[in-house]
T-cell receptor, first 110, second 113 residues
Framework: DAKTTQPNSMESNEEEPVHLPCNHS???????IHWYRQLPSQGPEYVIH???SNVNNRMASLAIAEDRKSSTLILHRATLRDAAVYYC???????????FGKGTRLSVIA | NAGVTQTPKFQVLKTGQSMTLQCAQD?????MSWYRQDPGMGLRLIHY???????DQGEVPNGYNVSRSTTEDFPLRLLSAAPSQTSVYFC????????????FGDGTRLSIL
């Protein structure tokens, strides 16, 4: 599994888009990129995952660089409820356990 | 749909006591795991299981035992509680198929005096 690097914290204004970056320069061709978030006093929550192509779901979009060495989680309109720690995790093609780093703490300002 | 249920939500123990943290899921997931999260830190894997009767160690297994006699349940046992095991414990489950989203419980907050 590739090591991932994220900024410790980011801040956004409410109702503006948020771009959360993640570097994974040692990623292999079969490693997936997963994003989870953890709201205060709750367990982590799945957000999105992808391999090569950009992915969209009801919560967010995932933009993966062409060389796959970085990716960006995009929240299209931040709300106060999106304030959380966001974890970028790389996993191989098998069903291996998730390895969490410290993630990015996102603050949303009203 | 209950998802992943952890009990108890809070527990205070004395050093040397033993206890079992319960984790149950109703989604017929083969894969289950236990993590601990210390203040200001990310989650660290304790033990995991890819199916009934199969368990394996994670990053920080010392002081903990697990068993998986059924698909639904994955209890975590503290053999002799130590203050260093004060933490929030999370259980997770997912289908065995690779790269499926994992579902987490709400955690058990454990304090050891």
């Amino acid at each position: 599994d590739a090591k991932t690097t994220q900024p410790n914290s980011m801040e956004s204004n409410e109702e503006e888009p948020v771009h959360l970056p993640c570097n994974h320069s040692t990623i292999s061709g079969t490693d997936y990129i997963h994003w989870y978030r953890q709201l205060p006093s709750q367990g982590p929550e799945y957000v999105i995952h992808g391999l090569t192509s950009n992915v969209n779901n009801r919560m967010a979009s995932l933009a993966i660089a062409e060389d796959r060495k970085s990716s960006t989680l995009i929240l299209h309109r931040a709300t106060l409820r999106d304030a959380a720690v966001y974890y970028c995790i790389s996993t191989n093609s098998g069903n291996t356990p998730l390895v969490f780093g410290k993630g990015t703490r996102l603050s949303v300002i009203a | 749909n209950a998802g992943v249920t952890q009990t108890p939500k809070f527990q205070v123990l004395k050093t040397g006591q033993s206890m079992t943290l319960q984790c149950a899921q109703d989604m017929n997931h083969e894969y289950m795991s236990w993590y601990r999260q210390d203040p200001g830190m990310g989650l660290r894997l304790i033990h995991y299981s890819v199916g009934a009767g199969i368990t394996d160690q994670g990053e920080v297994p010392n002081g903990y035992n697990v068993s998986r006699s059924t698909t639904e349940d994955f209890p975590l046992r503290l053999l002799s509680a130590a203050p260093s095991q004060t933490s929030v414990y999370f259980c997770a489950s997912s289908p065995r198929t690779a790269n499926q989203p994992q579902h987490f419980g709400d955690g058990t907050r454990l304090s050891i005096l």
